[in-house]
C-alpha cells in the first residue's frame, strides 16, 4: 500500500483559511487521494477525494501536484467546528478481485484558535 | 446520523469473555468494513466483507471473528478479551468494493476490557 505522510499537528484561527499538505511520494497512477476528518468522540467522515485534477466541494478544496507526489486540503474559513483529525489516504481505483481498504496513517490534528 | 447503525455504543466486560458487536450497513451498500482504534495506535483494518464473502483481511487477531449475514448486518466476535482489546470498533460501509466510492462509518462502539 502506498504511504502517505502528514505533520502531526497544525493550528489555525478561526476564519482564516487552512492548508493541510499530504505527500505521497509512491502514488501510482491509479491511486485516488481520498481525505477524510474524524470530529472528537466520532467516526471519520468522508471530505473529499481526487485524482488529478484539483477539486472543490462544499466542504474543502483538493489542490493536487501536477506530478501527484503531494496534495494539499484546503479548508477555506476554518470555524471551530473543523477542529479534528485530517486524515489523507490513497485508494487504487482498481483495486485485486474486487478488494480494497483504506489504510489510516496517524493524520493531522487540526487545532482552531477562536 | 450517517446511515451506518452500530450496536452497543458502549462495553464494557471482563477479561477472558466474548463479546458481539453489530453493524448495519447504509442502505444499499454491500461492503462492511471492520476498524479498531486505540489511544496509541490509530485506525488499524480489521476486515471487509462484501455481499457476505470476506473480501480482504488486515491485522485481525485470531481471537476476533467476522460474518456478513444475507441482510448485509454485520458480527465483529471478539473473544477470550484481554485488556488490550480495549479500543473503539468502527465499522464502515461503501456500495462496492472497487473505485472511488468513499466510506461511511458509524459513530463506533467502544468496549473496555477491566
Known amino acids: 500500500d502506498a504511504k502517505t505522510t502528514q505533520p502531526n499537528s497544525m493550528e489555525s484561527n478561526e476564519e482564516e483559511p487552512v492548508h493541510l499538505p499530504c505527500n505521497h511520494s509512491t502514488i501510482s497512477g491509479t491511486d485516488y487521494i481520498h481525505w477524510y476528518r474524524q470530529l472528537p468522540s466520532q467516526g471519520p467522515e468522508y471530505v473529499i477525494h481526487?485524482?488529478?485534477s484539483n477539486v472543490n466541494n462544499r466542504m474543502a478544496s483538493l489542490a493536487i501536484a501536477e506530478d501527484r507526489k503531494s496534495s494539499t486540503l484546503i479548508l477555506h474559513r476554518a470555524t471551530l467546528r473543523d477542529a479534528a483529525v485530517y486524515y489523507c489516504i490513497l485508494r487504487d481505483v482498481k483495486g485485486t478481485s474486487g478488494t480494497y481498504k483504506y489504510i489510516f496513517g496517524t493524520g493531522t490534528r487540526l487545532k482552531v484558535l477562536a | 446520523d450517517s446511515g451506518v447503525t452500530q450496536t452497543p455504543k458502549h462495553l464494557i466486560t471482563a477479561t477472558g469473555q466474548r463479546v458481539t458487536l453489530r453493524c448495519s450497513p447504509r442502505?444499499?451498500?454491500?461492503?462492511v468494513y471492520w476498524y479498531q482504534q486505540s489511544l496509541d495506535q490509530g485506525l488499524q483494518f480489521l476486515i471487509q466483507y462484501y455481499n457476505g464473502e470476506e473480501r480482504a483481511k488486515g491485522n485481525i487477531l485470531e481471537r476476533f471473528s467476522a460474518q456478513q449475514f444475507p441482510d448485509l448486518h454485520s458480527e465483529l466476535n471478539l473473544s477470550s478479551l484481554e485488556l488490550g482489546d480495549s479500543a473503539l470498533y468502527f465499522c464502515a460501509s461503501s456500495v462496492a468494493t472497487q473505485g472511488y466510492y468513499g466510506y461511511t462509518f458509524g459513530s463506533g462502539t467502544r468496549l473496555t476490557v477491566v
Open positions: 442502505s444499499g451498500d454491500l461492503s
Open positions: 481526487g485524482l488529478t
